[in-house]
Structures are given as C-alpha cells and as structure tokens.
C-alpha cells in the first residue's frame, strides 16, 4: 500500500496538466505570429497605395507652382529688370538690325544691342528688360541705361571736355585743322618734329589761348579725342616731377579738376 500511495502521488505530481497548458500556450504563440503576419500582409499595399499618392500630389504641386508663376519679362515680377527712358520732343528712336539708332535733325548715335537685354521702342519710350536677375544682367541693364541716357542728352544738350596747356621749359604753339581732322602740338620741349594727333569726325576742337575745349554730341568719341590730345603730349624719357609741359583735361562732364 505505501507503495501503491506513493506511486499516486508520483502520478499526480507528475503534471498531466501542465501539458496541455504548455500546448495551448504553443498554440496561442502560433495563431498570434500568424494573426500579426496576416496584419503586415494586409497592411503593405495600404502604405506602398499611400506613398503613391503623396509622391502624386506632391508633382501636381511643382507643376501648380511652375504654371502659375513663368518666367516672362513683366513690369512686376521680382525675378525680372524693367526700366522705361522718355523721348523728348524733336529726338527720335529705332532698332535697326539690332542696333539702337537715336537721331535729331542730322545728328545720330548708334549702339549695338546685346542678346541678354530686350530693348523695344514704344511711342516715345524706350524700354529695357532682362528675364533674369544675375549680376550679369544687373551690370549690362546699367550700363545700356546710361548709354541710352548718355544718347538722348547728347543730342539734346551736348557734352564738352577742357584741356589746359602747361608752358614749364618750352612755349608750345597747339592748333586744330578741320578740314584734316587734325590737332598739332609744336615746339613741344623744344622739339623739331611736330607732334601730330588724329580726331575723329563729328568732334569740334577749339582753342582758345591756354584752354582747349573738345564738343560733341557722342560722349564717347568726346571723351576719345579728349584723351588722344592729353596722351599726345606726353613726356618721354625725363623726370616728369620737373618736365611738367603738357596737356591736361582739367574738366570733363559731371566732374572739374581745375577752374
């Protein structure tokens, strides 16, 4: 009997519960790693459906934001230059072969136009635009809006550089040719040869005892002979702090050096 007793308590020491919990419990691992799975299968086409979608609608955007703002030479847009250069009255304006033609009674000044600047004569105003607004365009939009100034007011007003003669060793005798074109600087530091200067048509040269007053309707060829008649006589081979003769521009417009 204790035998028997002790095999009883064995066999209910021995855990014939405790199998079936541990298979339940397996089985309840399983069906939850199968229900997760089935969860993630399910649930992989809904994100990859989403992300389509938004990369969709994100395109449609740009595409919204492009049509909406062109880049197109417009008065108002940030992006772009524009500027409007009156004609007075008696001037007159054309783009000929993309060359700005700027005309009054039988003067003209001519300026070759550039591919970067859109330049348009509209009644009486000249307009300039650029598309875009780098610091190349920001530098060739001044710079053809001076020019065009510069035109209009040569042929309204003129524009006149003054030179004055300085007699330090030698007296020199200056004179102008207009028939030649041609301005000639004698006894320069005592030398034989004359020393000749080309102008350039359409310029007047005057003398008028020490001063020498260069005219003209264009500022550039003004400006040109101005500066043709100053290197003329320049001093060569000596100690220019006491070989002072020469010509020199002593007022040119928008500035004086010397009254």
């Known amino acids: 009997m204790p035998n028997g007793l002790?095999?009883?308590?064995?066999?209910?020491?021995?855990?014939?519960?405790?199998?079936?919990?541990?298979?339940?419990?397996?089985?309840?691992?399983?069906?939850?790693?199968?229900?997760?799975?089935?969860?993630?299968?399910?649930?992989?086409?809904?994100?990859v459906s989403e992300d389509v979608n938004n990369t969709k609608t994100e395109m449609d955007v740009v595409e919204e934001t492009v049509e909406n703002n062109p880049v197109n030479s417009k008065k108002d847009d940030k992006d772009s230059l524009y500027e409007e250069i009156e004609i007075p009255g008696g001037v007159s304006a054309e783009i000929v072969d993309d060359v700005l033609v700027v005309k009054k009674d039988d003067k003209e000044i001519k300026r070759k136009l550039v591919s970067l600047l859109d330049i348009e004569v509209k009644g009486n105003k000249i307009i300039i635009t650029a598309e875009r607004n780098r610091k190349l365009e920001k530098k060739l939009f001044g710079t053809f809006k001076a020019h065009i100034n510069n035109m209009i007011k040569g042929l309204s007003e003129g524009f006149e550089y003054k030179l004055r003669v300085s007699n330090v060793h030698f007296p020199m005798n200056v004179s102008f040719d207009s028939n030649s074109n041609k301005f000639t600087i004698k006894n320069f530091l005592g030398e034989k040869k004359d020393r000749i200067i080309d102008t350039i048509p359409d310029v007047d040269v005057k003398v008028n005892g020490e001063d020498v007053i260069v005219s003209s309707h264009d500022i550039e060829k003004a400006g040109q002979v101005a500066t043709n008649i100053e290197k003329g006589a320049k001093v060569k081979g000596k100690d220019r702090r006491i070989y002072q003769d020469g010509i020199f521009i002593i007022q040119k417009p928008g500035r004086a050096y010397l009254e």
Not at 27 to 45: A, C, F, H, I, Y
């Open 6 to 47: 002790y095999v009883l308590m064995v066999e209910d020491n021995v855990t014939p519960t405790e199998k079936p919990t541990d298979g339940t419990q397996e089985e309840s691992v399983v069906s939850e790693e199968k229900l997760e799975g089935n969860k993630m299968e399910n649930e992989k086409p809904e994100e």
